[in-house]
């Protein structure tokens, strides 16, 4: 089979995992859980952000359901601890942006937590651990590591805002590359499958999520910048959330309706 017979096949499995015609660009929808009456009757709806691109946190199924782990563990800890949401779902960037000017309640994307991001958002507790790799395409051998990526044009795409991006920023002028940017996770994996971008960084359950489904990427680094991922509020508000956020992961934990949501997008 022809490479661009192949990478057709990969574009056509990429848009079918994260869902490149599922939606436009900010869509709302609401997802109401009502366990007790004092919630139903005066409870206050949270508009929570998300990034419908980055499957296996958060994407759109082929019904149009949004599903991933994110969105999974937010109905779960919703459904647990009674209260109510909007989802927004915008570029990755904007999400982040979003917390930090306060314009959403909270937001749960695959977000790491970092010591630069604690200066602006306040966490709830570690929901899962991951971590950035280096990826190209299935086919090619003559990258296998930071060194080969030297001279290259265009060498590593990443998405904007992204841990990959810092990473990436991190080490370019050590081993002579340089990055291109995009607003959206799909436009990454595309550029690097068409051939633009020789590589791309990325976070790791993602990565492994998206090779599981067919598409024709492999991962050539090891698992740099271990970080958790966690759910974000605007710095000093809505402390009330982050306690039900935490409240709700650990009942889901203890009952095995984590374990269960977990083992739904990646595979152990």
Same mark, same amino acid.
């Given at each position: 089979m022809s490479f661009?017979?192949?990478?057709?096949?990969?574009?056509?499995?990429?848009?079918?995992?994260? %869902?490149?015609?599922?939606?436009?660009?900010k869509v709302t929808i609401s997802a109401e859980q009502k366990t007790n009456s004092?919630?139903?009757?005066?409870?206050?709806?949270? &508009?929570?952000?998300?990034?419908?691109?980055?499957?296996p946190f958060e994407f759109q199924n082929n019904m149009g359901e949004y599903v991933g782990i994110d969105m999974d563990l937010l109905e779960a800890i919703a459904k647990d601890q %009674?209260?109510? /949401?909007?989802?927004?779902?915008?570029?990755?960037?904007?999400?982040l942006t979003a917390v930090e000017e306060g314009r959403v309640d909270g937001a749960l994307a695959g977000i790491s937590i970092t010591e630069k991001r604690k200066e602006i958002f306040d966490y709830s507790n570690p929901y899962l651990v991951g971590?950035? &790799?280096?990826?190209?395409?299935?086919?090619?051998?003559?990258?296998?590591?930071?060194?080969?990526l030297a001279g290259k044009t265009v060498a590593v795409a990443v998405a904007q805002g992204t841990e990959a991006e810092a990473f990436a920023e991190s080490i370019k002028d050590i081993y002579g590359f340089n990055i291109t940017t995009f607003n959206e996770f799909s436009d990454v994996y595309i550029?690097?499958?068409?051939g633009n971008s020789q590589a791309l960084?990325?976070?790791?359950?993602?990565?492994? /999520?998206?090779?599981?489904?067919g598409v024709d990427f492999k991962i050539v680094s090891d698992i740099e910048r271990k970080n958790p991922y966690g759910f974000a509020v605007p710095k000093g508000k809505n402390?009330?959330?982050?306690?039900?956020?935490?409240?709700?992961?650990?009942?889901?934990?203890?009952?095995?309706?984590?374990?269960?949501?977990?083992?739904? /997008?990646v595979q152990s």
């Open positions: 661009m017979k192949k990478g057709g096949f990969a574009i056509l499995a990429l848009a079918l995992v994260t %869902g490149l015609a599922a939606c436009n660009d004092e919630v139903q009757e005066e409870g206050k709806k949270y &508009v929570i952000a998300t990034n419908t691109f980055f499957a %009674g209260f109510r /949401y909007e989802l927004v779902t915008m570029s990755f960037n904007e999400v971590g950035v &790799v280096m990826a190209v395409a299935a086919n090619r051998n003559d990258i296998n590591n930071y060194e080969d550029d690097v499958l068409e960084f990325e976070d790791y359950p993602v990565m492994g /999520y998206i090779i599981s489904q402390p009330e959330l982050i306690e039900m956020f935490n409240n709700g992961l650990e009942n889901i934990r203890k009952n095995g309706k984590y374990q269960e949501i977990i083992d739904t /997008y």
